[in-house]
Structures are given as structure tokens and as C-alpha cells.
């Protein structure tokens, strides 16, 4: 069901307006609107301009938050303790006094890390080469140029060496397809042969100046430099882990209330404000429970600086009320594919007990079995009670349905031998029509069932209708009443073919089948007779609207058709179900009498698994095109309460 909504607006002197979002709207769960916007008769409102004075505090407290973070230093997660704005301001200005310097050095300590391990990677890719550095870095008539190349090309280059003495080239290391290594080229050539290097794919890395030795001994020097500045690094680090434990709890507390404080302060951006003999008013609005808004009002109503008005629907407001589904335990976890399809408008019928109710059902219809049912039942609650999900509680739910019919088809784990069927064997149960012969009696029932469904979505969309005013939709709709006569009509002679009874006299045909058609087929013109402006519908050519509505009609007819057919996957599941397990037992060895154990086990496994989710899709599917689409439009927009007395 929806929960009932109240519009509540509370008024009272500017200045007051923290203390009442700190003592009374904190307590509650209130949606709140933009008073400008969504006030639409009152010209004399103009926003909040005052700048928030707690946000740069609030900033500063969020960085010392992703220092605790970043040190590892959990916050405590028990009350704040009490503490006043000025206080919780000194602490976060001394804290970041105090970290400032730490975390420069910290951060200048990080940076020659960083390039020591940069310098680190890149030698070592050079530690092949048994020269100096140094000496080769400052050679006056050669130009040298450390790089790699891609293996690939490696046999290329060589063979320009070996065809040319302008270069020579050392090789040093071969690492992850490349080949490292350093070229030597007179200082007067080294343009042009730079450039042959460049076309053979020679990538060029720079050395910096100040290794010393060879490559290898450059790295073990970078290595014992890096170990000095890690270990100047963890003691920097430590230093500020022990400044910050000693600031934690009262961290925690100025952290808390300025975060509070600033959202408190936020709500001005949602609220109004307006004058009134030369005193300047606040005005804040939205959307609250009935409960919660009847419960504000008994709190403000003593309060002498406060104003607080709550109703049910106000003409003066622009946006329809938020919806906030309220179910029962059994219903809730359904919640979730409904809002997956879309929430219901607030005037609209919430289909959550109807979705739980014909999901479940479908599912254990299309999935019955005893063994398998009672394993779904385990596996989904233990999801939905370790895991909190709402997905494992309706696997939990289609279990137990699937136990049931099971139980009703006398399937257990596959086995038909073990149990009686309370009712029938699907694949081995027919039935006689009258006129064409025998057919499986499951899918004669499901398409019955989905019959029935249908009749149902289409009262709900006649109740919808009339609910939010749209009698002519209520009336002249394929899914209205003239759509529900007709669609009853065609039940009732199925039921009679079924039944071998003789359908009904000519004037009850007429009644069932011609008259709604008519109805249906002069929708805009009735439409517009009803709603007293004729002049509504004029049609710019008479021929082509009857055209038309001959097409609309028939495809008309044609979904109903393909509507009803759709239920017979309802019964066709329930036969390839006791059909796939008939093949997982038969392969067991099940008929010979001698029993594998683990081809059985696996079998329900492999059937429970593709089967479970395939019949849930299509049971999904179902419930939105055949069953949702004829009734719901979930066009609602969600409840999302401005939660005061909890933290972003």
C-alpha cells in the first residue's frame, strides 16, 4: 500500500530557523520542496542569501577525516559527546594547524620516494652496461642515447650496424618484448643517425644527471637511498598517526556537529523567506508521513515563535505527492521489482501484494517440485537474513511455492514414486474438449488462470481510472469496461466449449461481444460526447477514420489473442520440468533400478540452477507485459527524506 501523505509547512521569524530544524524537523523523515517553486500563489517569497558560516569548517573537517582514513584510525561509533559551534571550530583549526607542517614534510618525503623509485626502475633496465655513468654522461665528442627497442625490429637494426660504422650500439637488457640498451654516435653525425634510430622504432629514455658508477652500482645506490627515505617516511607517518589518536574522540564529536550544522544551515537553500510588518519570516515545506506530520504539528503548535500547517492536498501546490510504499514483511522484498518497473503515482494502486502474490504463484506453478522448492526456501532466507537482500526473500518466497505444487504435482527431487500428486502429474494429465480432443489438462488450466488475470488487471485499470477521474478511459478503453464485457464474453464461451454447454442466446452475444466492440471502435467521438465538447473531435476525413479504427480494432482482437496464449508457458514450464528431470533420472540410471547418487545431485543441480532462473524471467516478464501493462503506469516519483539527524 501507499502511505499517506500530508503537505506540511512550518513558518516563524528568520533567525529562528536552525533551532527549529535542530529540535523538531531532525526527529522526522520529511521530503522537503523547494519553496519557491513549489508555491506557486505566493509572489511575495525570494530565497535565502546568507552564506553558510560553517562551510569552510566543514571542508577543513572532511580532509582531517580522509587523514584518519588514510592512517587507518577508525572513528568511534558510538553518540558524539555534546559540544557547542565555537568549540568544535577551535578544534578543527587546531588540528589543522598542527598536521600542516607534519603533512608537508610527509608530502615532500612522498615526492622523493616517488623519484627514487622512478630513477630505480629506469637504471636498472641499463644494468647490463659496464661503464660509468657519470663518465658517460659528460663525454665531449660522443653523443650517446639510452632507449629500447621492440624485439621485433631488433633484427633490423642489427643489420644496419652491421652495414654501417657511424653507430655502436650496446646491449643491456632484454625485458617484457624489448630489448634495452645505449647507442654511442659521433657528436658531429648524431642528427642524422638519431633520425635512422627514430625510423627503426628506437624508443629514447633520459637518464638524469648525478649516478655514479656503473648501472648496477647507480641502483644499489638509489636502493639504499629509498630504504632511508621509506624509513623517514614511517616514522613521518607514525609521528602524525599519534597526533591524530590523541585528537580522535573530540575530532569525532566537532566533525559530527559541524556536519550537522551545515546540513541544518542547507536547508535554507529549499526554504523562503518573506516580510511581514518589517520582520522577515522563514517558510519551509515538503512532504511527510501522515503520522510523522500529525506528530510534527502537536510538537510546534505549543511553541509561540512557530507556525506549522499540515494537509492533505493543497491546490496551491505544484508537484504531486512522493510515493512511499509501506508493505507487509510476507510482500516487502517484492518492492524491488516494482520499483524496477517504475513507482506507482501517489493516486495509483500499489501492485506490490498483487505482484508477490501472482509471481509467487506463477513461479511455483512453472517450478513445482518438493525437493527443489524446499532448497530454494533455504538458500533464499539464508541470503535474506546474512545478506539483508530483498532478492534472496523472494527466492525464499517461490521456494516455498514451488514446495506447494510440488506437493499438488507429487514431484520430489524428480521423483514421482515417492509422494502421491494431490492433484495431477503434468505431463501425464489430459483432458477431453469437446470438438477437438484430448489436451494436456495443464495448459488448459494455465490458460485459464491467465484468463482470469487478465479479467483482474483489467478491473484494476477500470478502479484507476475512475480513481483519478478518467471516466471516458474508464468506460471506452480496451482495458475499461467495454474491454472487461468483451474479454468476459470470450471466458465465459471457452468455459462453455470446455464445459460442452451451449453458449447463451443471440441478444446475450450481442450484449458481450458486439456492443463493447462498438464501444471501443467509437472511443474518440463517445469520448467527446461525454465530456460535453463536441467540438473536440471533428474528423478531417470520415473514410480514413473508419479505416483506422477497423486496423485498431483488429489488432485489438489480435493482442487479446496473443495475450491470452502467452499464459500457456505457464503450463508448458510445468511439463518441460517434469520432462528435464525425467531425463536427469533416466541418465542415473533411475529406470535400471541401480541409482548414481551423484548424476542424480548434479542433475537437480544443473536443473534447479538454468531452469530457477529461466522461469524466473519469464514469470517477470509476464507479470510486466501481460498483467502491468494493462493497469499500472508507475510514473510515480520516490519519497526521499531530508534525514536531519543522520549524516550524509
Known sequence: MIEPMYFVTVTGPKEDLERVTDRYLSQYSIQLENALTILKNNKKLRPFTDADPYREYFAQSEVLKSDFQKARIALPDAAPSPMDSATAVQTIQTMEEQLREPKEVLTSIQDEKHQLEENLALVEQFIGLNYDLNTILHFNFLQFRFGRIANEYYAEMMEYLNARNDSIFSTCKEYDDYVWGVYFVPKAISARVDAVYASLHFERFYLPDGFEGTPQEAADSLRAKLAEVQGALQREENHIRSLLTEKTDVFYSASHLLEQKSRFFGVRRLAACYTHNHETYYILCGWMPQNDAIALKQQLDPDPQTYCSIEKESPDVMKPPPTKLKNASFFRPFELFVEMYGLPNYKEMDPTILFALTYSFFFGFMFGDLGQGLCLLVIGSVLAWKKKSRLGA???????????????????????????????????????????????????????????????????????????????????????????????????????????????????????????????????????????????????????????????????????????????????????????????LMLSGAETGTISWPAVVFGNLFVCAMEGLIVGIQVLRLEYYELFSRFYRGDGRPFQPYNLSQSQ
Open 394 to 584: 523472494i527466492i525464499a518466497r517461490c521456494g516455498f511455492f514451488s514446495a506447494v505444487f510440488g506437493t499438488l504435482f507429487g514431484s520430489v527431487f524428480g521423483f514421482e514414486d515417492i509422494i502421491p500428486a494431490l492433484w495431477l502429474r503434468p505431463a501425464k494429465a489430459l483432458l477431453r474438449v469437446p470438438g477437438i480432443g484430448m489436451l494436456n489438462a495443464v495448459f488448459i488450466v494455465a490458460v485459464l488462470i491467465g484468463m482470469l488475470m487478465i479479467l483482474l488487471m483489467m478491473g484494476f485499470s477500470i478502479v484507476n481510472h475512475l480513481h483519478m477521474h478518467e471516466s471516458q478511459d474508464a468506460w471506452f478503453d480496451t482495458n475499461g469496461i467495454s474491454g472487461f464485457l468483451f474479454y468476459l464474453g470470450i471466458f465465459v464461451a471457452v468455459l462453455s466449449v470446455l464445459m460442452d454447454v451451449r453458449l447463451p442466446g443471440g441478444g446475450v452475444l450481442w450484449i458481450f461481444f458486439v456492443v463493447p466492440l462498438l464501444l471501443i471502435f467509437f472511443k474518440e467521438p463517445l469520448s467527446a460526447l461525454c465530456s460535453g465538447n463536441r467540438a473536440s473531435f471533428k474528423p478531417e476525413n470520415p473514410v480514413m477514420f473508419f479505416v483506422q479504427g477497423f486496423f485498431e480494432l483488429f489488432e485489438v482482437l489480435l493482442s487479446y489473442f496473443s495475450n491470452t496464449l502467452s499464459f500457456v508457458r505457464v503450463g508448458a514450464f510445468a511439463v518441460s520440468h517434469a520432462s528435464m528431470m525425467g531425463v536427469v
